[in-house]
């Protein structure tokens, strides 16, 4: 083997020690066995106008918020057609294409938006199918990584919806498939027309409701991606949190997003903005270590 040939062999056995190491931490998460992510993602929501409605009033600034995200190593953005409606897509496909290596885009279809801040859940198949091909044209993809059903609609039969879906991964079209908003129960029926790989659940430090759909996903290995992370700042303002920011010398927000990441290992939280310096400030919050006695305060 020549010298350089020797280099870069060292190089890459480097690359993945430390990448094995992340693992090991917990600061990396495979989603579906073979995609690496770290595990503090964004979620691209807030990058559209009022009521998730629109174009944001500052598009140049949108964008400038994606391409840092990258920069300070996220590789897991989430969106959906639904924001907007397409708006956030498209900002991301004109922000970040073509995108760098290792970037995990994660997006959802499954709700119409017959307004600002309104969401209807629609999951007939030949809807969903067009949902598919609509972001794989705004994204400028020939294959969605992660596709998330948004929402189970009640009036279409869960076989229907995700039977589509699984159409669409079996034409190569999607990589892994995830739900939103789901039971354990609902989960495991949807696993047995498909495999799941992730979960999206509305989850804070105030809001605990899915607790036992956390434990079912750490149990099955399934990446559980709590929306809301830090509950829009509504349910973040009790003694506890305030108590240990101002011990670590941090916000009651980067507080929240560290006791998520700490509180289970395949927890990846997406927390989104429209500021550069408001995601600066979040992704902060992975170099917090929260004290035993700290996570315990907060319950």
Not at 220 to 227: D, H, R, S, V
Request: charged share 25%; hydrophobic share 40%; proline share 6%.
């Amino acid at each position: 083997m020549g010298g350089g040939a020797a280099i870069l062999s060292g190089t890459v056995s480097i690359v993945q020690a430390n990448i094995q190491r992340n693992v090991e931490n917990n600061s990396m998460f495979k989603i579906g066995g073979d995609l690496l992510v770290n595990r503090l993602g964004f979620g691209a929501m807030r990058i559209t106008g009022p009521g998730i409605w629109g174009w944001p009033k500052d598009r140049e600034e949108a964008k400038k918020v994606l391409r840092r995200a990258v920069e300070l190593g996220v590789n897991l953005i989430d969106t959906a057609d639904s924001y907007g409606p397409e708006t956030s897509e498209l900002l991301i496909a004109e922000a970040l294409h073509p995108y760098p290596k290792g970037l995990v885009i994660a997006t959802k279809g499954g709700l119409t938006r017959p307004g600002p801040d309104r969401w209807t859940p629609n999951g007939r198949p030949d809807y969903l199918k067009r949902c598919v091909e609509g972001s794989l044209k705004r994204l400028r993809l020939e294959r969605i990584d992660l596709y998330q059903l948004h929402r189970i609609d009640p009036k279409v039969p869960m076989q229907e919806s995700l039977g589509a879906l699984k159409e669409m991964r079996d034409a190569g079209k999607i990589r892994h498939l995830g739900l939103s908003e789901v039971d354990s129960g609902e989960i495991a029926r949807a696993r047995q027309i498909v495999p799941i790989v992730t979960v999206q659940n509305r989850y804070n430090a105030g809001d605990r409701k899915w607790e036992n759909v956390l434990r079912y996903c750490e149990k099955e290995g399934l990446g559980f991606m709590p929306w809301s992370p830090v509950g829009g700042g509504r349910s973040l303002k009790d003694k506890a949190l305030k108590t240990v920011a101002k011990e670590q010398h941090a916000t009651i927000y980067q507080v929240a997003i560290a006791w998520l990441l700490q509180h289970s290992p395949v927890m990846l939280p997406i927390p989104g903005t429209s500021s550069v310096a408001h995601l600066e400030e979040n992704v902060a919050a992975r170099s917090l270590k929260l004290t035993e006695a700290q996570i315990q305060a907060l319950g």
